[in-house]
């Protein structure tokens, strides 16, 4: 459920990062981060690892392989946080393809990054 795809970092009552993601319909399953944000003034705390091991926990526990995800090419830093949480894995980032979405001029890269069993 949704609930279980989608968490929320806070400070005390304050939310200060977010994570959103989401199961696909590949066979057999992969789960899709679709979006991560961190107020700046919390970046560098550990706060998008935090949320993305709990999709990953929330991932295996319905049985996905993988995780997706997309990111911009000058997104540096979403790019280093997505091959750390690869390295924490031991798996790898894998570049599926550059792609532009409908109505954007932006490209966007997707990657997969393997879960072990």
């Known amino acids: 459920n949704s609930s279980r795809s989608c968490f929320i970092a806070e400070d005390g009552d304050t939310p200060v990062g977010f994570i959103t993601s989401h199961k696909t319909d590949h066979t057999p399953p992969e789960w899709f981060i679709w979006q991560v944000g961190i107020l700046p003034e919390y970046r560098g705390q550990g706060l998008v690892e935090e949320l993305q091991d709990r999709v990953v926990e929330v991932a295996r526990e319905a049985g996905a392989v993988a995780i997706r995800t997309t990111i911009e090419p000058d997104n540096f830093r979403s790019f280093g946080a997505f ?7 031991n798996s790898k980032m894998e570049y599926l393809r550059s792609f532009k979405a409908a109505g954007s001029e932006v490209p966007e890269v997707l990657y997969r990054i393997p879960l072990d069993s």
């Open 83 to 89: 091959c750390r949480m690869a390295q924490r894995l």
